[in-house]
């Protein structure tokens, strides 16, 4: 059962998989901070300097500052400005995915070898020139031998 494991893992698809969720987790953090860092404060100083971050509803009932505040005191939020920043950082991730698989098709389209030609099922009577199975003896149509 151990070695059926490790020819499991060690197959190519297993190896190649980890790979690309090893570098889609580095990816996802590139974009995070992309996003969080490089987007998001030149949109909030457009919209009037709101920091989409900080943005949410305080469902206690009790007044707060800042999100950070109602998170402290346990206060029951909905953290709508995050939600915001996650659905821009998805559409980045799902655009820049979009991109590079399209430009991988392209790559291989370039490189992609002709299909090979499929074999033939029929050949030509060489006495009538019809049309007939590739494994015929006797021609269909002029009864003339084909060995």
């Known amino acids: 059962m151990l070695k059926n494991f490790k020819e499991f893992i060690m197959r190519g698809n297993v190896v190649d998989m980890a790979v690309g969720v090893i570098i889609g987790a580095a990816f996802g953090k590139i974009v995070t901070s992309l996003v969080s860092d490089v987007l998001m404060p030149p949109i909030g100083r457009l919209t009037g300097g709101v920091d989409f971050s900080s943005l949410y509803i305080n469902l206690s009932g009790t007044a707060y500052a800042s999100l950070a505040e109602a998170q402290k005191a346990g206060a029951a939020t ?14 980045i991730v799902a655009g820049a995915i979009f991109l590079l698989i399209s430009q991988i098709k392209k790559q291989e389209a370039k ?25 015929a003896m006797k021609c269909a149509h002029c009864a003339s031998d084909l060995k």
């Open 78 to 91: 909905i953290n709508y400005g995050m939600f915001l920043n996650t659905i821009i950082n998805f559409l």
């Open 111 to 135: 490189f992609a070898k002709p299909a090979a030609a499929a074999a033939p099922s029929t050949k030509e009577c060489p006495l009538c020139l019809s049309v007939i199975p590739l494994k």
